[in-house]
């Protein structure tokens, strides 16, 4: 069933205006009509079929799936949802809101006092208060993450952005350059630069390809802005970094308990990215947690999750970015690569925009139907309860999607079991 729009489909067979937006003609027994044409050429209504939903048997593997079908497809008070999820979100903004903060014109050596007032900051409550007392503050709208890598000939680090990326044309150079010593490079004949550290989350020390910012594009009231990380963007990064998560948040290996995958993920492509948690910055992971975490296990917070799968693909690293490129989402289809520019979008701002689409797909019409997640070659309903049936077959050799819907998976902790 996918995302469980033959549900929709299904619903909306019982609703008068859908159905006559689709040049179709209902009369007042509810009888539906279509052109044709006889035999001597004129143009006459026909009745071919009748108003009324039809009652849908909506199945799928992936719980993913079988997940956002459920939501669209059973009813709910769609106000109510909207005021329980702007309330969360703004809940949300008020706590994090402080690691999306840069600052807007400093004068000459301000960014090094602050970055150095941030450091000494032993909680998020402290940075947090710290962040409230600055003036002329910023809200980052998203920031740019390069790749580094080490020139084979002078063996200094070369930061992606700075060397291949023509800023002005918004092209990135396949050939460019050294900038220490002008050897020409490609990507293909540079190693990466890596970086050690220990994760606290599985307890392990990794090593993980480099990225630095290189870009923030940001909001000073309704004006936009961009600038350079300074001394203060970095001392926030590094601060949030220091600091401990309180809230839950996926931590499962990819792929999920070592076992034999497809072509999706591909050992040595991803570069380190060996958990679900590292396709996220630690800012977007803390916002995604605390949003989860507001959630709570209410009926109307249950339906609110889709806000957050909304954004569990948007806000990862998946998010490449080009120069010059004004449309948000960059992520490749079918595919879990991560590009050598990535766009860290700023988490509450992303979610907000989930709710506004989201809440157009919303409804108050009563079910019509049943939502399965299972195997579809067992089936214990008998031949004679189908009229019809609508069936798209698996592309397990050109996209795996139980691999594909890991991270979403990840947050529901429901996996596909993809051994049928």
Same mark, same amino acid.
């Given at each position: ?87 969360? $979100?703004? +809940?949300?903004? &008020? !706590?994090?809101?402080?690691? *999306?903060?840069?600052?807007?014109? #400093?004068?000459?050596?301000?960014? /090094? ?122 001392? $926030?990064? +590094?601060?949030? &970094? !220091?600091?401990?998560?309180? *809230?839950?948040?996926?931590?499962? #290996?990819?792929?999920?308990?070592? /076992? ?161």
């Amino acid at each position: 069933c996918g995302t469980g729009m033959t549900g929709v489909a299904a619903q909306l067979c019982g609703d008068r205006k859908t159905v006559e937006s689709l040049g179709y003609r209902v009369d007042d027994q509810g009888i539906i009509y279509r052109q044709e044409t006889d035999e001597h050429g004129k143009t006459v209504w026909v009745p071919f079929s009748k108003l009324g939903a039809r009652r849908a048997v909506l199945n799928d593997l992936s719980p993913a799936a079988t997940f956002i079908a459920y939501n669209y497809n059973t009813p709910v008070d769609v106000q109510a949802f909207e005021r329980e999820a702007k309330r969360i $979100l703004e +809940e949300v903004e &008020e !706590e994090c809101g402080w690691m *999306y903060a840069t600052l807007h014109a #400093p004068e000459a050596g301000v960014p /090094e006092v602050l970055a150095d007032r941030l450091r000494a900051c032993k909680t998020a409550d402290e940075a947090r208060q710290l962040i409230g007392t600055l003036g002329n503050v910023g809200r980052i709208n998203y920031t740019v993450w390069s790749d580094v890598f080490v020139c084979p000939e002078c063996t200094q680090e070369v930061v992606f952005w700075e060397a291949a990326v023509d800023k002005e044309a918004g092209k990135v150079h396949s050939e460019f350059p050294c900038p220490h010593c002008g050897a020409m490079l490609t990507k293909r004949n540079m190693e990466r630069a890596w970086v050690t550290k220990y994760d606290k989350a599985i307890g392990q020390t990794i090593r993980q390809a480099k990225q630095v910012p290189v870009l923030i594009n940001y909001s000073v009231g309704k004006k936009r802005h961009e600038k350079t990380p300074d001394a203060f963007d970095l001392a $926030l990064i +590094e601060k949030i &970094e !220091e600091l401990d998560i309180p *809230y839950w948040f996926p931590t499962e #290996p990819m792929m999920f308990k070592g /076992e034999q995958w497809g072509d999706t993920w591909r050992a040595g492509v991803h570069a380190g990215i060996t958990h679900v948690h590292h396709f996220y910055t630690k800012r977007n992971l803390w916002v995604l947690g605390a949003y989860f975490a507001a959630l709570g296990t209410a009926e109307l917070g249950k339906r609110l999750i889709p806000i957050l799968t909304g954004g569990l693909l948007g806000l990862t690293k998946l998010q490449r970015f080009k120069p010059k490129t004004t449309f948000p989402n960059m992520i490749l289809s079918g595919t879990l690569y991560v590009g050598s520019l990535v766009r860290e979008w700023r988490a509450d701002q992303w979610l907000n925009g989930k709710l506004r689409s989201f809440r157009r797909a919303l409804s108050s019409r009563p079910p019509s139907g049943l939502i399965e997640t299972r195997t579809s070659d067992v089936l214990d309903t008998p031949s004679a309860f189908y009229d019809y049936i609508f069936t798209d077959p698996p592309f397990g050799g050109n996209l795996m999607y139980s691999e594909l819907n890991f991270l979403w998976e990840a947050w529901l902790k429901v996996f596909t079991n993809n051994k049928p």
